[in-house]
């Protein structure tokens, strides 16, 4: 099962032509799965997303914990790279509460390694598998919306937990990579899949989501 972008409709759109008017239709994206519902982000999640940059173990490997002023400028830098180029992580919520559990998504600031597909939620549901749920659906964006050919995922060697993510996604780990600045001296691992190789597994991705 691929969930399509609700508000997605032309054809062969890629990010290739950054002229802004092309990316207008996706800034009402909304990606939902069974549990949870991705749409693109805004300063209505700030409190939230605060109290998430606000933990130190949730935060340890995504720039660390961070003041709300830093938050702030990081949800303004996700909304600005919609408008600009036409995708950013997605602000996640649970389906049932409404409530505001992470961000996930397509990321690629300039000086990236890549074209990755990132993740992060809230410390109150880890174990749950919304991260990996979330992250399916990102994927499929990535192929189908962006037309992305290839995909990573930067993780720290330390980073236990998304490595195993990660593997879940059928990712494999392509070894060392380099961030950019501020981020140059950060130890980082590429892993990655085809988008080929995304489509060849995603159906038994989703199968194991729903059941």
């Not at 691929?2 to 972008?5: A, C, D, G, R, Y």
């Not at 508000?7 to 802004?20: G, I, K, R």
């Given at each position: 099962m691929?969930?399509?972008?609700i508000?997605?409709?032309?054809?062969?759109?890629?990010?290739?032509?950054?002229?802004?008017s092309?990316?207008?239709?996706?800034?009402?994206?909304?990606?939902?799965?069974?549990?949870?519902?991705?749409?693109?982000?805004?300063?209505?999640?700030?409190?939230?997303?605060?109290?998430?940059?606000?933990?130190?173990?949730?935060?340890?490997?995504?720039?660390?914990?961070?003041?709300?002023?830093?938050?702030?400028?990081?949800?303004?830098?996700?909304?600005?790279?919609?408008?600009?180029?036409?995708?950013?992580?997605?602000?996640?919520?649970?389906?049932?509460?409404?409530?505001?559990?992470?961000?996930?998504?397509?990321?690629?600031?300039?000086?990236?390694?890549?074209?990755?597909?990132?993740?992060?939620?809230?410390?109150?549901?880890?174990?749950?598998?919304?991260?990996?749920?979330?992250?399916?659906?990102?994927?499929?964006?990535?192929?189908?919306?962006?037309?992305?050919?290839?995909?990573?995922?930067?993780?720290?060697?330390?980073?236990?937990?998304?490595?195993?993510?990660?593997?879940?996604?059928?990712?494999?780990?392509?070894?060392?990579?380099?961030?950019?600045?501020p981020?140059?001296?950060?130890?980082?691992?590429?892993?990655?899949?085809?988008?080929?190789?995304?489509?060849?597994?995603?159906?038994?991705?989703?199968?194991?989501?729903?059941?």
């Open positions: 691929s969930i399509k972008p508000a997605f409709t032309p054809s062969n759109v890629t990010t290739s032509n950054f002229a802004p092309n990316f207008e239709h996706r800034l009402d994206t909304v990606i939902e799965t069974p549990r949870l519902v991705l749409r693109t982000p805004s300063l209505a999640e700030f409190e939230p997303w605060c109290a998430y940059m606000a933990d130190e173990e949730a935060a340890r490997f995504i720039g660390k914990a961070q003041p709300p002023a830093a938050v702030w400028r990081g949800i303004c830098t996700m909304i600005g790279s919609w408008q600009a180029v036409g995708f950013a992580m997605f602000s996640v919520f649970e389906k049932d509460t409404g409530r505001w559990v992470g961000r996930i998504g397509p990321w690629s600031p300039h000086g990236w390694p890549g074209l990755e597909v990132g993740w992060g939620v809230i410390r109150d549901v880890w174990g749950k598998g919304y991260a990996l749920e979330g992250a399916i659906a990102a994927m499929d964006f990535a192929v189908d919306v962006l037309g992305w050919q290839d995909i990573i995922h930067a993780i720290h060697p330390e980073n236990i937990n998304s490595q195993k993510l990660a593997m879940r996604l059928g990712s494999v780990n392509r070894g060392p990579g380099k961030m950019p600045p981020f140059e001296n950060e130890p980082t691992n590429l892993w990655g899949q085809t988008a080929g190789e995304w489509r060849a597994r995603r159906s038994d991705m989703w199968e194991r989501v729903i059941r």
